[in-house]
């Protein structure tokens, strides 16, 4: 039986029940009543690899999203904890971001500022789409994608005009209850030639202390962010087009000097300022003559910076450059489709402490790659691809160097056995060499000598069934990662053994003329030398329970949307020695919009998180390893009200 009671802890949920609605939905059972013919089935998480998913646009809308919880509520394998959103950190299939390669229009969001606080820092707000490629896989992932991939893509000024439209504006307005804070954005967009098209956006998002569904106040988890987006897009011919866009982010804020942890002697609040500057330009040549030459070029050059002012140990500040390329091509030759190229890092690392002065690193990658899908027979498509990637780093606090280099090779196939059943698989390997560690810990930590390069296996096999309007979906999964890096000592860093994850993952879906539903189902254990990852595995990953996530919108009107989604996660009783379960939890959603006026022009949404105002901690939450380390429990009961006019 399934409780989807809100009250208690545990949740007696059981993946037989899916299995059951799978099986039931087969096509012998669905062939009793004849096929019929049904609308295109449309899939709100598009499918952009085998074993990758996606966000749009829309569904950010729907959730009024302003922060990374926001983005990948409606997915089951990736999880956001940490309470306050200064806290937040990722997790897919219970690795954390650290383990994955994440770009932002192509630019790498490389480094580690505080491992008691996130690391990313994304305006929902300024977002086309998110891809989330879990486990290691193609060669394009880049280099040091262990976990995977997370690539946030922005919009571009044709996104926001409507047809026929040469310029507007967008004017965004939203009132959060839970921490009586508000969000404001404006945007002017518009094409400035036949060939060239702009797009500016302001946003300024402040939120108070939140509070838990107990009542109480969790203190100085506020925050507030500005964010300035700018963005050119020309067409320079025929054949070449060009992007260039600039994002500053600023995030202030008198929190916690461990923002994932309650106050205490040892946590302190402090004033802190996190800043992020990103600088990409995407130059594109697509040759009418030839199919064998289309280039892509991205350049960028990013800056993030975390400032602790009268800190426990006084004035601190990291700051961490990055910049690089990525130049590739793609051809067509026949069924044959290659894509390959050149990618570049550089990594440069400053801690300034009034107690230590000022420690610094610097660290590079250069990589090659090839990756080819070959459509062998109409029903068969074959892909293969490899780069070889070579890793630096220069440690001033020891005098050391280290160098490691090495093959991620990659193995695939897609076979379409019916008309309605797809079936694939995959094989990768990925490494990743020593890179710059966390800012903050620059005076402190050091390299073993003998720390070797980390290497992830990735085996997946599923299948889709596609049957009208009904959706069908299922894999599983074991990644491998040998000799993972972390503390082997206090203030060491070295290989700490074999990491290994298995898992599954199941969707179904179904479109009715107006209403649509979803579930989906995920379950990932990942384990270091056979011990379940616990909470102090920071920069690795934690152990998360089977969650699922279901998804109801209906369209009730032309101008009227309604939706749901709820979110449960199961007990996780399977812990590290020395550290309590994870309690199980239901968080319910809904949201409605309407769109008074003719057309897009004025939408007034409403969205309630936590209905039901149930008190939980998130499993990728820090939890409760002592008297001084306890995690923050999650908010309680927000009503968001946006209102959102276009010129």
Known sequence: MISLSTRGNAWPLNPLWLAIALVSASPAVLAQNGPQQLDTLQITGERVSESGQSVSAEALERRQASELQDIFADMPDVAVGGGAPAAQKVYVRGLEDTMLNVTVDGATQSGYLFHHQGRLVVEPELLKQVDIVAGAGEATNGPGALG?????????????????????ALLKGGYFSNTDGYRASASLYGRLTDNWSGLATLTQTDHGDYKDADGNTQPYTGSERFTGFAKLVGQLTDEQRLRLSYERSEDEAYRLHRPHWVPSARNAPIDQE??????TGNYGFTSSKNDWLDLDLTLYHTEASLEHINGPFGDYIGAMQSHGGDL????????????????????EARLRSPLYGTDREEGSVVGLYLQNHYQLTERLRLSAGAR???FELDEHLTGNSFSESGWSPNLGLRFDATDQLTLHGGWARAIRGTQVKELFVLDYYRNAEDRKEEVAENVELGATYRYGNLYLAAEVFETRIDDVVGQVTPAVLGNLGELKTRGVNARIGYDWDRLEASLAYSRARPELEGVPLSD???????????????????????????????RFAERLTKVADGYPEKAGYGVNDIYASWHPLVGDQLTLSLRVNNVFDKQYFDHASYGDAGDVAHGLPDPGRDFRLSATYRF
């Open 536 to 566: 102090d595995d920071m920069a690795i990953g934690t152990s998360i329970g089977d969650t699922w996530v279901a998804n109801v919108n209906f369209q009730a009107t032309d101008d009227i949307d309604l939706g749901w989604t709820g």
């Open 274 to 279: 996190v800043v992020r500057e990103t600088v």
């Open 148 to 168: 995977g991939a997370i690539r946030f893509v922005t919009k571009d000024p044709e996104d926001l005009l409507r047809p026929g439209q040469s310029f507007g």
């Open 328 to 347: 590739r091509n793609h051809s067509q030759v026949g069924d044959l489709t290659l894509t390959y190229g050149v990618d570049y890092r550089k990594d």
């Open 388 to 390: 070889h990637d070579w």
